[in-house]
């Protein structure tokens, strides 16, 4: 970092010292977190320096980056932040309440119509009970999951928001499991602001109790409308085998792609749950909103999915050595 942003960074803090605010303190770490990945010089200039503003931050960076027995991203992004840890004593007590929070409230759902992505909402407060605040991950189905965007606002915020109350560990669980993803993905394209609260969100997170990693969806369980006829639960079953861990996914393109692509390329099924198939679609669609355009093109491509199922050149390898083995 030149002398010039290591100077920002002390002018900084200590206005923040001034302002006595854990949650703005995090919210600027996490920022800081994100120029120290790219600048190896920064901690230990911080060591170095000594001044409150100095260990301000090095504390303020040790909060957004706890320790967190076995989790490969805890994060941890240097040797000087033990040492921020250990200067919190030194500092006004308000520092200490920075990371000290309780996991209020929880939820999950759609981000847009037809659930391209999705959005994990996390409501904490400090253990004095002031600065409430809203932890709101993107995450993006269409792309297997990635953690694509966060912010933190106040819990107003959930206003404007279409989400389902949910279990607060499974929620983190999602958190956790997104920005797992996006970590190994080379080149993944998330927004601008996502780096800037990263580390605050992998903090709070883990600040949750227990987060149960790689949880199923429960959209699939509270599905009870399966149409009365033959082969249903197969067709059901191979529609379930399709949506894979992203069921709050479901648009036009995807039910086009299930019924001219995926089935007849993947799905080893019988005579019946092929005919099945387009009431059991139609009636995952209407357990999903009922938008009329997927029904219409579900309409469109049902009618030709017996001809497609037939056709052995759309099959996968997988599925022609399938077939040989029956």
């Not at 960076?61 to 040492?83: K, M, N, R, S, Y």
């Not at 981000?111 to 409501?123: H, K």
């Not at 959209?219 to 249903?232: E, N, Q």
């Amino acid at each position: 970092m030149s002398t010039t942003g290591f100077d920002t960074t002390i002018s900084q803090a200590r206005d923040l010292l001034r302002w006595r605010s854990p949650l703005r303190t995090e919210l600027w770490a996490a920022r800081l977190a994100a120029e120290v990945q790219t600048d190896e010089t920064l901690l230990p200039r911080l060591a170095q320096d000594g001044s409150a503003e100095a260990r301000l931050a090095l504390a303020a960076l040790a909060a957004v980056h706890p320790v967190v027995p076995d989790a490969e991203d805890a994060d941890v992004i240097g040797p000087e932040l033990p040492a921020g840890r250990e200067a919190v004593g030194s500092l006004p007590g308000w520092v200490a309440r920075m990371g000290q929070v309780t996991c209020e409230g929880a939820w999950h759902g759609k981000a847009d119509r037809y659930g391209e992505q999705t959005l994990a909402a996390l409501s904490f407060r400090y253990g004095n009970g002031k600065e409430p605040h809203l932890l709101v991950v993107g995450i993006d189905q269409v792309h297997g999951g990635l953690a694509v965007d966060a912010l933190v606002e106040e819990l107003k915020f959930l206003d404007d928001l279409d989400l389902a109350p949910a279990d607060a560990a499974v929620v983190a669980g999602r958190i956790l499991d997104a920005f797992e993803l996006t970590d190994l993905v080379m080149g993944a394209e998330v927004a601008q602001t996502l780096p800037a609260v990263r580390a605050l969100a992998l903090a709070r997170a883990h600040a949750v109790p227990h987060p149960v990693r790689h949880a199923g969806d429960d959209l699939v369980a509270r599905f009870h409308d399966l149409p009365d006829v033959p082969g249903a639960r197969e067709a059901f079953d191979a529609l379930v085998d399709f949506l894979g861990d992203r069921p709050l996914w479901w648009s036009p393109a995807r039910a086009s792609r299930f019924l001219t692509a995926w089935l007849p390329r993947e799905a080893l099924v019988s005579d019946e749950a092929i005919a099945a198939m387009p009431e059991v679609v139609r009636a995952w669609t209407r357990h999903h909103g009922d938008h009329p355009e997927i029904l219409r093109r579900i309409d469109a491509d049902a009618p030709g999915l017996p001809l497609l199922m037939a056709d052995d050149s759309l099959a996968s390898v997988n599925k022609r050595i399938s077939r040989h083995r029956t």
